[in-house]
């Protein structure tokens, strides 16, 4: 076997024919950095036509196809790669395996992407242009009332989840059969945990994705009415699919986040991590919640009262495992000996705004206060709490928590901090003031607005320009770190890091725990 | 500045941001530019004290939580040279934070279903009215027993010259119609929400009342408004490209106004239809013709007839060709495309005057006048 213990290969090759998970994690992650890049200039655009009342930069139908390409494109292409990819890099060097299960798949269902992404960005340019009815799509609109370019946006979804699904198979197959001797399960990492989890709600929702957009092809073309009330299908019955999808899908989001602060947290406060069991129960917990909670985003659709009632009951349960998290991370930094490195300063930024998240959820939670809250900019600030905040936040953290381990470069810290300070500023002056244009009944999805929204919204485009523009100090300091950083070679990076991935050498070889470690 | 006070600074700003927050939320009152309105019915003002009471638990939690947090991070640093604790699980303490937030929320939901059991309540309504959403407007329909049924629709009346910056911009900027909803107060209304198209939702924050729009669906909801007033709303379900331009206007009047203006209305209808029967010169045609083609038309064939969403009337080969055909188009609209059929949303008079406005402006000048009754008579072929 001596002569495996080769690197990677050379040229283009390396990449295209790659099974090595590390090599796969990187494009993961510079893919969705780029989809991030794309679907932040379509947010820019959003916030400059909403810069000021009146039309003037791009016409209303451009303006529905921004956002539902934004929405699109930062849920698919950004946040959910980017965890896929941190899943790469980490679940084997955390459980001491060699690489992932299926290594061969791990390349598909990396290279199905980018083409998927040209191919839904090329809508633009189609007559009629891009899907334009919004990221949640809602039937008629996005069937019988669409361009042309629903038939391609149909096909892309569905590849999508066909990339999900492998990548979700492949960390299953992984963490259950490829641990170190001695790495029970509730020895587990809990980022290791939180994907495991992860894993099995993509299995069982994108499915029910797929379901849904057969209908609509099968609505456009093949002339059937399943979402057409003419025909005696049912406009309503495509929000149940799409929800069923789409509640645990923002949980898909949230969870491998939860993972990444929950490995963060306790290595800067020098301090383990406090309730690691209630952790893992919480998260199971909120994963087994999140299938009967889907109509909260449907109170006002005219459900029976009894269903709006279950359904605002279990979705308040959910904050419960959410508060359970929330103190356990709290806990762990009670009487730690805290350092504030820029991985740190992006996780308290996370628990802080995620946080804020969670109350906002609480709040539309109590259906009839939702139907003052649905469909507004209060509902936009609510989600952007806990997906920017929070998925993107500690995706931020992640990077600079493990960038030096995987190129064995130290970042530059001063610019670390200055873009968490930017990016926290920039990010609760776009959005804080949201919650108020909504509560004061501005509707979300318009290109232009009532004069009374002017100020706030104002506010909001500036603050996103700032958020935007520090992504650009970010990209600087990953490049330049893995060019020109200082050279680290202590296996643990942080002193106070704890796991099997801060045993191996820095940076991490081309091959690792070819033979499994030892686990205590 | 010493590295202390640096600290402070950083730290002082989640908690300024919080407190602003609970200020801003605070100060609101009438249609406040920052909260919910407590708004003009008694469903309303409940849906706001639920918002309040749930607003002031997540603040009252959010300071001990984030206080908890900040304490930790001022004086459990590491360059303090503090040593770290190693407890990492109290059994106890986990059962704690899940049962008393367990307990909150049911405080919580016993106030949340009364009022929700309440909204849901659509009986005993004293006035009838159906709301039907087009791309992109609100049609209202009142169900009375007795007399003409008085049914308009209600557009967006904000000019396009404001609306592309060429015009200073009026108060009510986007949230102004031709012609509002007129209802009498202290009365309860019942509201049957449907939709032509696609869905949409039928909003007004003042009244408290959002309704989905489901087309082939009818949805119930209410309002008893006690104060008079004019209240604004919009349409809250994306909609396609002019989701943002079809607001909504409710008058709401005393209960003596509001006779008088159904009795007019009535009239209005009753002179609608003795118009079917009479014969109009061009420019009388021409002159409805433009009232109407501007609220409906001028949307997607732009307002010189130069096209848009729909494509240009301006010399188009229809609206110079067979006035059969064009008829056909106006009233069963062409399926699969934006254009509707507006057979059941104009009248026999508005037909004729709009398909004659078409042929005759933007340099089209057919010479052509279609009556009510050349409309009504296509109709029955
Ligand atoms: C305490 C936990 C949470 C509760 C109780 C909660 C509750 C809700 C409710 C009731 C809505 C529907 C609002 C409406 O449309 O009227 C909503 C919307 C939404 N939530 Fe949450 N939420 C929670 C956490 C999260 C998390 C963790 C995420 C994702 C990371 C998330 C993402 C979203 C998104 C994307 C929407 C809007 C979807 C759309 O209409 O476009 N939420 N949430
Ligand atoms: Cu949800
Ligand atoms: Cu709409």
């Given at each position: ?17 790659t ?6 994690g990187?494009m993961?992650l510079?893919?969705?950095?780029s989809?991030?890049i794309?679907?932040g200039?379509?947010?820019m ?7 000021q ?9 451009f ?12 849920v698919?292409?950004a946040?959910m790669p980017?965890f896929?990819?941190l899943?790469?890099w980490l679940i ?12 061969r798949?791990n390349n598909?269902?990396?290279?199905i992407?980018p083409p998927?992404?040209l191919?839904?960005?090329?809508t633009?340019f189609?007559?009629?242009?891009a899907p ?10 996005s069937t019988?009332y669409?361009?042309?370019s629903?038939?391609y946006f149909i096909f892309?979804i569905?590849?999508?989840g ?9 960390i299953i197959?992984?963490?259950m059969n490829?641990r170190?001797p001695g ?5 587990m990492p ?7 989890i992860?894993a099995?709600?993509l ?6 994705l ?6 609509m092809?099968?609505?456009v073309h093949?002339?059937t ?14 929000q ?6 789409g509640h645990p899908?923002v949980y898909?989001?949230?969870l491998?986040?939860f ?7 306790p290595a800067?406060?020098?301090?383990p991590?406090f309730?690691?069991d209630s ?5 199971a917990?909120i994963a087994?919640?999140?299938?009967i909670v ?5 109170y006002t659709?005219?459900?029976?009262v009894a269903?709006e009632?279950f359904?605002?009951y279990?979705?308040?349960?959910i904050?419960v495992?959410?508060g359970?998290k929330?103190?356990n991370?709290?806990?762990t930094?009670?009487?730690?000996a805290l350092?504030?490195e820029?991985?740190m300063?992006?996780?308290?930024g ?9 109350f906002?959820?609480l709040m539309?939670s109590i259906?009839?206060?939702?139907f003052q809250?649905h469909?507004s900019?209060f509902v936009?600030a609510?989600?952007h709490?806990v997906?920017?905040a929070g ?5 931020t953290a992640a990077i600079y928590f493990?960038?030096?381990k995987w190129c ?14 930017i990016?926290?500023?920039g ?7 949201q919650h108020?244009?909504g509560l ?19 506010m909001?485009s500036?603050g996103a ?6 992504q650009?100090l970010?990209?600087?300091n990953v ?5 020109s950083?200082?050279?680290?070679t202590d296996?643990k990076?942080?002193?106070g ?7 191996l ?6 091959h690792t ?5 030892a686990?205590k | 500045?010493?590295?202390?006070a640096?600290?402070?600074?950083k730290?002082a700003l989640g908690?300024?941001?919080l407190?602003?927050?609970?200020v801003?939320?605070a100060?609101?009152g009438?249609?406040?530019?920052y909260?919910?309105?407590q708004?003009?019915t008694a ?7 639920l918002?309040?009471?749930?607003l ?14 900040f304490y930790s991070?001022i004086y459990h640093?590491?360059?303090?040279g503090?040593t770290p604790?190693t407890f990492h699980?109290?059994t ?10 367990f307990?909150?929320l ?10 929700l059991?309440?909204?849901?309540d659509?009986d005993?309504?004293e006035?009838?009215?159906v ?6 407007k609100?049609?209202?329909e009142?169900?009375n027993?007795?007399g003409?049924?008085?049914s308009?629709f209600?557009n967006?009346a904000t ?6 910056n060429s ?12 012609e509002?909803l ?7 209304v019942?509201?049957?929400?449907t939709?032509n198209?696609?869905l949409?939702s039928w909003?007004?924050p003042?009244?408290?009342v959002k309704?989905d729009a489901?087309?082939?669906f009818?949805?119930?909801s209410?309002t008893?408004?006690t104060?008079?007033?004019?209240y604004r ?8 490209r002019?989701?943002?331009?079809m607001?909504?206007?409710v008058?709401?009047?005393?209960k003596?106004?509001?006779a008088?203006w159904?009795?007019?209305k009535?009239?209005?209808a ?8 009479k ?9 409805r013709?433009?009232i ?6 001028q949307?997607?064939h ?6 848009g969403?729909?494509n ?8 110079t060709g067979d006035?059969g055909?064009?008829?056909?188009i ?6 699969g495309t934006?254009?509707?059929?507006f057979g059941?949303?104009?009248n ?5 005057a709009?398909?004659t ?9 057919m010479?052509?006048?279609i ?7 296509h109709k029955?072929?």
């Amino acid at each position: 076997m001596g002569d495996h213990h080769h690197g990677p290969a050379k040229g283009l090759s390396r990449w295209l024919f790659t099974t090595n998970h590390k090599d796969i994690g990187t494009m993961y992650l510079w893919f969705s950095f780029s989809m991030f890049i794309l679907g932040g200039a379509f947010a820019m655009i959003i916030r400059a036509e909403l810069f000021q009342p009146g039309l003037q930069l791009v016409e209303p139908g451009f303006f529905n196809q921004m956002t539902t390409l934004h929405g699109l494109i930062m849920v698919f292409g950004a946040i959910m790669p980017s965890f896929v990819g941190l899943a790469n890099w980490l679940i084997p060097m955390m459980i001491g395996a060699p690489d992932m299960a299926l290594p061969r798949m791990n390349n598909w269902s990396f290279w199905i992407l980018p083409p998927t992404f040209l191919l839904l960005a090329s809508t633009l340019f189609m007559e009629g242009g891009a899907p334009a009815a919004g990221w949640t799509f809602y039937a008629p609109l996005s069937t019988t009332y669409a361009g042309p370019s629903v038939t391609y946006f149909i096909f892309c979804i569905h590849v999508l989840g066909l990339s999900s699904i492998m990548g979700s198979i492949n960390i299953i197959a992984t963490v259950m059969n490829m641990r170190a001797p001695g790495m029970t399960y509730m020895k587990m990492p809990l980022f290791v945990w939180t994907w495991l989890i992860t894993a099995f709600l993509l299995v069982a929702v994108m499915p029910v994705l797929a379901g849904a957009v057969t209908m609509m092809l099968m609505d456009v073309h093949f002339n059937t009415s399943f979402f057409s009330a003419a025909g005696g299908g049912d406009p309503v019955l495509f929000q149940h699919v799409f929800w069923f999808f789409g509640h645990p899908e923002v949980y898909i989001i949230i969870l491998p986040a939860f993972g990444v602060v929950s490995q963060i947290i306790p290595a800067f406060s020098r301090k383990p991590l406090f309730g690691y069991d209630s952790m893992v129960y919480a998260t199971a917990s909120i994963a087994f919640l999140s299938f009967i909670v889907w109509a909260h985003h449907m109170y006002t659709v005219g459900m029976p009262v009894a269903g709006e009632l279950f359904f605002m009951y279990a979705t308040m349960l959910i904050a419960v495992p959410t508060g359970v998290k929330v103190f356990n991370w709290i806990s762990t930094m009670w009487r730690g000996a805290l350092s504030f490195e820029t991985p740190m300063l992006f996780s308290i930024g996370f628990l802080i705004l995620f946080t804020i998240g969670g109350f906002t959820g609480l709040m539309l939670s109590i259906a009839p206060a939702d139907f003052q809250y649905h469909d507004s900019y209060f509902v936009v600030a609510h989600f952007h709490y806990v997906m920017v905040a929070g998925a993107v936040f500690s995706m931020t953290a992640a990077i600079y928590f493990w960038l030096p381990k995987w190129c064995g470069r130290m970042y530059n810290e001063t610019m670390g901090k200055t873009h968490f300070w930017i990016s926290f500023i920039g990010f609760n002056l776009t959005f804080f003031p949201q919650h108020f244009v909504g509560l004061a009944g501005m509707p979300r999805r318009i290109p232009d607005y009532a004069l009374q929204f002017a100020d706030f919204n104002m506010m909001s485009s500036i603050g996103a320009f700032i958020y935007g523009a520090s992504q650009i100090l970010f990209l600087y300091n990953v490049i330049a770190t893995i060019r020109s950083g200082d050279i680290v070679t202590d296996e643990k990076v942080w002193d106070g890091a704890e796991g099997l991935e801060w045993t191996l050498p820095t940076p991490a070889p081309y091959h690792t725990f070819e033979t499994p470690p030892a686990v205590k | 500045m010493g590295s202390k006070a640096k600290w402070l600074c950083k730290l002082a700003l989640g908690p300024v941001l919080l407190l602003m927050s609970v200020v801003a939320m605070a100060v609101g009152g009438e249609a406040s530019e920052y909260n919910m309105p407590q708004g003009v019915t008694a469903v309303g003002q409940q849906v706001y004290d639920l918002h309040m009471i749930i607003l002031g638990i997540c603040v009252v939690i959010g300071v001990l939580v984030f206080g908890v947090m900040f304490y930790s991070i001022i004086y459990h640093r590491k360059s303090r040279g503090v040593t770290p604790a190693t407890f990492h699980e109290s059994t106890k303490v986990e059962i704690a934070w899940t049962v008393v937030p367990f307990f909150i929320l049911i405080i919580m939901a016993i106030p949340a279903t009364t009022t929700l059991l309440e909204i849901y309540d659509t009986d005993n309504a004293e006035l009838d009215v159906v709301v039907t959403a087009y791309q992109w407007k609100w049609k209202y329909e009142y169900l009375n027993e007795e007399g003409e049924n008085v049914s308009f629709f209600s557009n967006l009346a904000t000019p396009q010259a404001e609306i592309h910056n060429s015009e200073a911009k009026g108060e009510h900027y986007l949230l102004e119609v031709d012609e509002p909803l007129v209802l009498p107060v202290d009365t309860k209304v019942r509201f049957l929400v449907t939709a032509n198209d696609v869905l949409h939702s039928w909003w007004v924050p003042m009244l408290a009342v959002k309704r989905d729009a489901i087309p082939g669906f009818i949805n119930e909801s209410w309002t008893k408004a006690t104060e008079i007033g004019v209240y604004r709303g919009q349409c809250a379900e994306l909609c396609g490209r002019s989701h943002g331009f079809m607001p909504i206007v409710v008058n709401v009047v005393s209960k003596e106004d509001y006779a008088q203006w159904f009795t007019a209305k009535q009239a209005e209808a009753a002179e609608t239809k003795g118009l079917m029967a009479k014969t109009f010169t061009l420019d009388q045609t021409m002159e409805r013709g433009e009232i109407v083609y501007d609220s409906n038309c001028q949307v997607c064939h732009g307002a010189n007839g130069e096209g848009g969403v729909g494509n240009a009337i301006a010399g188009s080969a229809v609206a110079t060709g067979d006035i059969g055909h064009h008829l056909d188009i106006g009233i069963d609209g062409v399926s699969g495309t934006a254009m509707q059929a507006f057979g059941a949303q104009l009248n026999d008079v508005d037909m004729a005057a709009v398909i004659t406005y078409q042929r005759n402006a933007f340099g089209n000048n057919m010479g052509d006048i279609i009556q009510p009754i050349d409309v009504y008579n296509h109709k029955k072929d």
